[in-house]
């Protein structure tokens, strides 16, 4: 099928009753439903909606990959006027990457770790253009230069654990981009990006679509980011699109109660006001951290920082990505060694112990991992993951189990799924499952590593609600590192900013948030994409 050039007074994408079935026993027959829509050359539609709202479905079916077991039921999907749903497999492969190009969400995973990112960038070329070798190197080159990436050069040789999170997500776009295709589909792309990092690349997409006219299929959960770069926005629940409309009329005066809904659960840059818990009169100090280094040959990961955490309070770690908030986590819990500093747990230095002292501490500190996916064993059953946390703590295999199903309670999942495997579980549903875990060693501490990074607004305000309670009720201190400055807002009673590996400010989240002293901080605040929405 020849594809003619697009009439620039039509849209260039158009969708029509298209529905997407389901595989027999989910939980609803149709992953997408009858869904219609148009994008026009130049414009940005952000697709919004709660994970399984059906927006990974839609865009799967309108490239013609739908993921395995979903099929295509009905409707049209047209590109120029041109009907795709019936094409062969060898057809859509002319089309994929130069008609109809994505930019993935996690960009690491996209790129072959054993080829440089220019040789990657050169295979586009390859599979659709009839070029020599060194004019597929000036094209790659010229794509990076493009991409405002640094020493062009040194890029294009590079492999990608050689690069920033930031800079793979450019190398991604550049790939996207190098047929100049009508259609770009930008599926959650700056979701592990850190609030500076995502304002470039969110930059960089509106230049791109101002230079080239791009029509942009923008997928997201963030609603700061939707403020920032859609033109329209359409909202999809359960497989429908509910709302559709300018972008400003739907986040100013949204018409559907799930909208609001969705707006409303958005995490605000102001601060509430926070109590000292009542069941924790004292402000015992559970974690202390003292000059704590890391070093990497000449590279100084982790640079003399240092803190107290007391109970029942939350510190927050926030900065861009590479700043050393992880590194600074793995060094606490002892997955790394550090160069130099000490870590002190209820007292105790925690870097010295040994044997059983050191299995005690280990219980007293946990860890709530970023993917809630990856997380979990996907052989092992909810229950019997917790089980045997409990079994670790100490506790014996009939009190386990009892003891899971208190944990159930407790995270507010219902008793029945202690039988069922990750793969039946919402991303919002494992991040509980992975805090009952943690708690399940009863822990006077719980380390947050980006944990609420993946999940959609409501689900993320339904788990800071959840650790809000825990917090309450068994007086924990919590560690959440976070990219998110609107998370940190809300659960903080202290906020420490990160940069190049040390503590560059710290102190109260009213102070940090609403008196920023440090030129960095600042920085970040600015950066935060949506701050008129909330």
């Given at each position: 099928m020849m594809f003619g050039?697009?009439?620039?007074n039509a849209p260039i994408l158009v969708v029509e009753g298209l529905s997407v079935a389901l595989p027999k026993g989910a939980d609803r027959p149709l992953a997408v439903d009858a869904v219609s829509l148009e994008l026009r050359r130049g414009e940005i539609?952000?697709?919004?909606?709660?994970?399984?709202?059906?927006?990974?479905?839609?865009?799967?079916?309108?490239?013609?990959?739908?993921?395995?077991?979903?099929?295509?039921?009905?409707?049209?999907?047209?590109?120029?006027?041109?009907?795709?749903?019936?094409?062969?497999?060898?057809?859509?492969?002319?089309?994929?990457?130069?008609?109809?190009?994505?930019?993935?969400?996690?960009?690491?995973?996209?790129?072959?770790?054993?080829?440089?990112?220019?040789?990657?960038?050169?295979?586009?070329?390859?599979?659709?253009?009839?070029?020599?070798?060194?004019?597929?190197?000036?094209?790659?080159?010229?794509l990076i230069r493009s991409m405002q990436l640094p020493d062009p050069e040194r890029i294009f040789g590079s492999y990608p654990h050689q690069l920033s999170g930031g800079q793979c997500q450019r190398v991604i776009i550049a790939m996207a981009l190098a047929m100049n295709p009508e259609v770009l589909i930008a599926d959650e792309p700056?979701?592990?990006?850190?609030?500076?990092?995502?304002?470039?690349?969110?930059?960089?997409?509106?230049?791109?679509?101002?230079?080239?006219?791009?029509?942009?299929?923008?997928?997201?959960?963030?609603?700061?980011?939707?403020?920032?770069?859609?033109?329209?926005?359409?909202?999809?629940?359960?497989?429908?699109i509910i709302?559709?409309?300018?972008?400003?009329?739907?986040?100013?005066?949204?018409?559907?109660?799930?909208?609001?809904?969705?707006?409303?659960?958005?995490?605000?840059?102001?601060?509430?006001?926070?109590?000292?818990?009542?069941?924790?009169?004292?402000?015992?100090?559970?974690l202390a951290v003292t000059a704590l280094a890391k070093s990497y040959g000449r590279v100084r990961a982790v640079n003399e920082v240092t803190?107290?955490?007391?109970?029942?309070?939350?510190?927050?770690?926030?900065?861009?990505?590479?700043?050393?908030k992880s590194s600074l986590a793995r060094l606490i819990v002892r997955l790394t060694e550090p160069t130099s500093g000490r870590v002190d747990v209820n007292g105790k230095c925690f870097l010295t112990l040994e044997g059983r002292e050191l299995?005690?501490?280990?219980?007293?500190?946990?860890?709530?991992?970023?993917?809630?996916?990856?997380?979990?064993?996907?052989?092992?059953?909810?229950?019997?993951?917790?089980?045997?946390?409990?079994?670790?703590?100490?506790?014996?295999?009939?009190?386990?189990?009892?003891?899971?199903?208190?944990?159930?309670?407790?995270?507010?999942?219902?008793?029945?799924?202690?039988?069922?495997?990750p793969s039946a579980f919402s991303g919002g549903q494992k991040q509980r499952i992975g805090?009952?875990?943690?708690?399940?060693?009863?822990?006077?501490?719980?380390?947050?590593?980006?944990?609420?990074?993946a999940l959609d607004a409501s689900s993320q305000a339904q788990i800071l609600d959840l650790l809000r309670k825990l917090q309450n009720e068994l007086g924990l201190a919590i560690l959440m590192i976070t990219h998110d400055l609107r998370v940190a807002a809300q659960i903080s009673h202290r906020i420490a900013v990160m940069q190049a590996g040390r503590i560059v400010e710290i102190g109260s989240a009213e102070q940090v948030i609403n008196s920023p002293e440090h030129?960095?901080?600042?920085?970040?605040?600015?950066s935060a994409p949506g701050r008129g929405l909330v």
């Amino acid at each position: 099928m020849m594809f003619g050039n697009c009439d620039d007074n039509a849209p260039i994408l158009v969708v029509e009753g298209l529905s997407v079935a389901l595989p027999k026993g989910a939980d609803r027959p149709l992953a997408v439903d009858a869904v219609s829509l148009e994008l026009r050359r130049g414009e940005i539609l952000c697709i919004v909606g709660e994970s399984g709202s059906g927006k990974s479905a839609l865009t799967g079916a309108i490239m013609g990959a739908p993921a395995p077991g979903l099929k295509v039921t009905g409707g049209s999907v047209r590109l120029c006027g041109k009907e795709l749903t019936k094409l062969s497999e060898r057809a859509w492969c002319r089309i994929r990457g130069n008609r109809i190009a994505m930019i993935f969400q996690e960009p690491m995973a996209s790129l072959n770790p054993a080829i440089p990112v220019g040789q990657q960038i050169m295979e586009v070329f390859e599979l659709h253009a009839r070029m020599s070798p060194s004019e597929r190197r000036e094209r790659a080159l010229a794509l990076i230069r493009s991409m405002q990436l640094p020493d062009p050069e040194r890029i294009f040789g590079s492999y990608p654990h050689q690069l920033s999170g930031g800079q793979c997500q450019r190398v991604i776009i550049a790939m996207a981009l190098a047929m100049n295709p009508e259609v770009l589909i930008a599926d959650e792309p700056t979701t592990a990006l850190d609030v500076t990092t995502q304002a470039q690349v969110l930059k960089l997409i509106r230049e791109l679509r101002e230079a080239q006219g791009h029509g942009i299929l923008f997928i997201t959960h963030d609603f700061g980011v939707v403020a920032e770069i859609a033109d329209r926005i359409a909202v999809m629940r359960h497989g429908k699109i509910i709302e559709i409309g300018a972008a400003r009329q739907v986040l100013t005066q949204p018409a559907h109660p799930y909208t609001r809904e969705l707006i409303a659960a958005v995490p605000s840059l102001v601060p509430p006001s926070k109590e000292a818990p009542a069941t924790v009169p004292d402000a015992k100090t559970v974690l202390a951290v003292t000059a704590l280094a890391k070093s990497y040959g000449r590279v100084r990961a982790v640079n003399e920082v240092t803190f107290a955490l007391e109970r029942g309070t939350t510190l927050s770690v926030v900065g861009e990505s590479g700043c050393g908030k992880s590194s600074l986590a793995r060094l606490i819990v002892r997955l790394t060694e550090p160069t130099s500093g000490r870590v002190d747990v209820n007292g105790k230095c925690f870097l010295t112990l040994e044997g059983r002292e050191l299995r005690a501490s280990c219980r007293a500190v946990q860890m709530i991992f970023q993917d809630p996916f990856g997380s979990l064993n996907p052989l092992r059953r909810a229950g019997a993951t917790i089980a045997r946390a409990a079994m670790l703590a100490g506790a014996d295999r009939r009190t386990a189990r009892a003891r899971a199903g208190e944990l159930f309670d407790r995270v507010g999942l219902p008793r029945e799924g202690l039988d069922r495997r990750p793969s039946a579980f919402s991303g919002g549903q494992k991040q509980r499952i992975g805090i009952a875990r943690a708690l399940a060693m009863n822990p006077d501490v719980l380390i947050a590593d980006e944990s609420l990074s993946a999940l959609d607004a409501s689900s993320q305000a339904q788990i800071l609600d959840l650790l809000r309670k825990l917090q309450n009720e068994l007086g924990l201190a919590i560690l959440m590192i976070t990219h998110d400055l609107r998370v940190a807002a809300q659960i903080s009673h202290r906020i420490a900013v990160m940069q190049a590996g040390r503590i560059v400010e710290i102190g109260s989240a009213e102070q940090v948030i609403n008196s920023p002293e440090h030129p960095y901080t600042r920085e970040l605040l600015e950066s935060a994409p949506g701050r008129g929405l909330v």
